[in-house]
């Protein structure tokens, strides 16, 4: 991946004889784990409790993997200090048998180009499949691709076989790189994985790695590795030069794992026979609350009988976190229009909703109709018999209960909105916290703003939104030392970030709906912080919302980074950009195309990745285009990357929210692949009320509970 900082020049060096002798170690654990394969003391099979990271994250020992992956849906943060290296890293266990790792790696006392930028740094990202799970006499096997692109300082391309005899675990694999006889070569922006390109090389040039864990008790593992690795011959490793000219003492690295709690794990070790190692890991399962969600259910107040019914449902709805509530009845079928203000699931939503009219419907009503919208505009919809009836409890007063059967999200056309409109939301207003970041710019590795985000939005007629958004950071570093490139709609962004206090949108939304549903919007003003100007979007979900279809396009000019309203320039910058996104609800996964002509003038795709795991969104996104249109070395040939997660606020406030709290993180000098941030997207108005969508998260919830 990129690095900044400088490095030794030269070819890296050929393997030295004397080290060939070392696989013996190896070959002692390739016996182990055959007596393994054999032995009637198989107590498990699977990964648990074995899937500790290695220095640098991975699931493993020390410098090297294992077979074992990550569990799904759980994530690790984590640092490791072995001289001359400090690692810091983020893994998730995206998939079953699928882990992806991001690291930097920092070179302690090796100096990068610049004095502010520091140490020199590495990032990375290491991905692990395991193709087969251990079986009651087979392993598990698992293939690691370690830093596949950029400078591929640290890469390598590994296989790994791991086998468990409770309370041991023992591995042997094979790999090349920096796990091998020399180092591989810079990938550049391409992708570079010679195990699959040219396996013979990858043979010829790899060598053997192991070793044993032994779980002492629950919360105490001992380990044991025997690592190839060459520091000596590495020569395009920052570290080389200064600190491994000759070989290290010892490829024997030993040492212990403590995990007090589950989701704690600290570590200390002795690594090439002359190094202590020390690291801690905080692993957590994503979209758990960290305080329980709770919202206690209405309670109706005395004399509210007396009122028509309809009344009633409508103010008992606008207490639990409902507003634009409309009711019709003939007496045997109830029509109801509701804006789900609280709740991050529809289905949830719609739950919440039966169970609240439940008590104050009469017995005579047979059928019940619910759409739910945003500002007026149709988003989902819902069919459900006559709501159950609140239980009593011993003292008479109201319990919660499930309606008797799952309300049914249908896929028709949108009814028409009732007519008259009570609890009528006029203006919201928020604040939530607010942190953006970057890594390598050459003024400093790690650049950031922390502070609020507050806005206040007005709702004039249906779909219509004016917002004003004003954010302020306290906490500021934000600065560059790179000058605005060729064409800089991205590159001058830290002349807008390093202001303490930003106007950071003043706007006017349109959303207009058809009943099939398709839907347009317009927004005109000052689109966010670099831009301002006016832009359109059209979607449209198919397929029952698997698939949804549309397009964008804006005219924008760049915002004076100094006054709040003032406009830089007279340049207008143009997109045009034909939208699609796959929906899989099968793994919780979509993925996003984005495909035209983006702000610099470059044409190409766009595209993003995202896992939904219990309300967080964990995203990547990769863009190539023609970077012919610029001149300057830093946008040619470049393809614009980054990675985001998005957490609801809901799981540390105790009660549900619809908020979420979006972090992203990416290089931040090039101008390649860019587009305006857009207010409220429309495929994220859709998101998740996607019928497709709506049946799964249904599903989860009343399985989960």
Not at 93 to 119: H, M
Request: charged fraction near 20%; proline fraction near 8%.
């Amino acid at each position: 991946m990129k690095n900044i900082g400088t490095r030794p020049n030269g070819p890296a060096c050929a393997s030295a004889p004397r080290c060939r002798s070392r696989i013996a170690p190896a070959a002692a654990f390739g016996a182990a784990l055959s007596l393994a394969a054999l032995s009637p003391m198989i107590a498990r099979a699977g990964d648990e409790p074995f899937t500790g990271p290695n220095n640098f994250g991975v699931t493993g020992l020390y410098e090297t993997p294992t077979a074992r992956v990550m569990t799904e849906n759980r994530f690790r943060l984590g640092a490791t200090q072995v001289h001359p290296y400090r690692y810091y890293f983020g893994t998730v266990g995206i998939f079953d048998r699928f882990e992806v790792n991001a690291r930097v790696t920092q070179v302690i006392d090796v100096p990068a180009l610049t004095a502010s930028y520091g140490d020199t740094k590495d990032k990375a990202v290491d991905v692990k499949l395991q193709l087969v799970k251990e079986g009651k006499y087979s392993p598990a096997l698992s293939i690691v691709i370690s830093d596949p692109t950029g400078t591929s300082i640290y890469a390598s391309q590994s296989v790994v076989a791991s086998k468990q005899v409770y309370p041991f675990d023992f591995s042997i694999g094979f790999g090349n790189g920096r796990l091998g006889k020399t180092q591989l070569p810079a990938a550049g922006e391409g992708l570079q994985v010679e195990m699959f390109t040219d396996p013979a090389k990858w043979a010829r040039e790899g060598l053997p790695f192991g070793g044993v864990q032994f779980a002492a008790a629950k919360w105490l593992t001992l380990l044991a590795e025997y690592s190839p690795v060459r520091y000596e011959v590495h020569t395009g490793d920052p570290a080389q030069k200064k600190y491994f000219p000759s070989p290290v003492p010892s490829h024997l690295n030993a040492g212990l794992r403590l995990n007090p709690f589950r989701w704690l794990e600290v570590a200390a070790s002795w690594q090439r026979g002359n190094e202590v190692g020390v690291s801690a890991t905080v692993s957590l399962d994503i979209g758990v609350p960290v305080v329980p969600v709770y919202d206690p259910p209405y309670i109706e107040p005395p004399g509210a009988d007396r009122n028509p019914f309809p009344a009633r449902i409508g103010r008992a709805l606008s207490e639990v976190g409902f507003s634009n509530i409309g009711v019709s009845t003939d007496g045997f079928f109830l029509r109801i229009d509701a804006e789900n203000d609280r709740y991050f699931f529809a289905p949830r939503a719609a739950e919440v909703l039966l169970e609240t009219i439940a008590p104050i419907v009469p017995d005579t009503l047979e059928y019940i109709r619910v759409t739910l919208r945003e500002n007026g505009i149709a988003v989902a919809a819902f069919d459900a018999s006559s709501p159950a009836h609140a239980r009593k409890g011993e003292d008479g007063a109201p319990t919660r209960t499930r309606p008797t059967e799952e309300p049914g999200f249908y896929r028709g056309e949108f009814d028409s909105p009732v007519g008259k409109v009570t609890h009528r939301q006029w203006f919201d207003y928020g604040v939530k916290p607010s942190f953006e970041a970057f890594v390598n710019d050459p003024a400093g590795f790690f650049k950031y703003r922390l502070g609020i985000a507050g806005w206040i939005a007005g709702f004039p007629w249906t779909g219509g939104t004016a917002l004003l958004q004003i954010e302020g950071y306290p906490l500021n570093n934000i600065s560059s030392s790179v000058s605005p490139l060729s064409i800089p709609v991205r590159s001058d962004v830290a002349e807008y970030k390093k202001e303490e206090i930003n106007l950071g949108r003043l706007l006017f939304d349109q959303i207009v709906a058809l009943p099939k549903p398709v839907y347009f919007r317009a927004s005109a003003g000052y689109l966010e912080t670099m831009f301002a100007g006016v832009l359109a979007e059209t979607a449209a979900p198919l397929s029952a919302g698997r698939f949804l279809a549309g397009a964008a396009g804006s005219a924008v000019r760049k915002r004076d980074p100094d006054e709040p309203f003032g406009i830089k320039g007279d340049k207008t910058y143009y997109t045009f950009l034909a939208q699609g996104r796959i929906n899989v609800p099968e793994v919780d996964l979509s993925l996003d195309v984005q495909a035209g002509r983006f702000l610099a003038g470059d044409r190409g795709v766009r595209l993003a990745v995202s896992k939904f795991v219990k309300g967080v969104t964990l995203s990547a996104w990769y863009g190539v285009t023609d970077t012919s249109v610029f001149s300057d070395p830093y946008n040619r040939g470049y393809h614009d990357k980054g990675i985001s997660v998005d957490i609801p606020i809901n799981l540390f406030l105790g009660h549900d929210s619809r908020t979420s709290y979006r972090f992203s993180l990416s290089p931040w000098t090039r101008d390649v692949a860019q587009a305006p941030d857009v207010y409220k997207p429309l495929f994220d108005l859709i998101g998740r009320n996607a019928p497709v969508l709506l049946d799964k998260d249904q599903k989860s919830m009343y399985k989960d509970n």
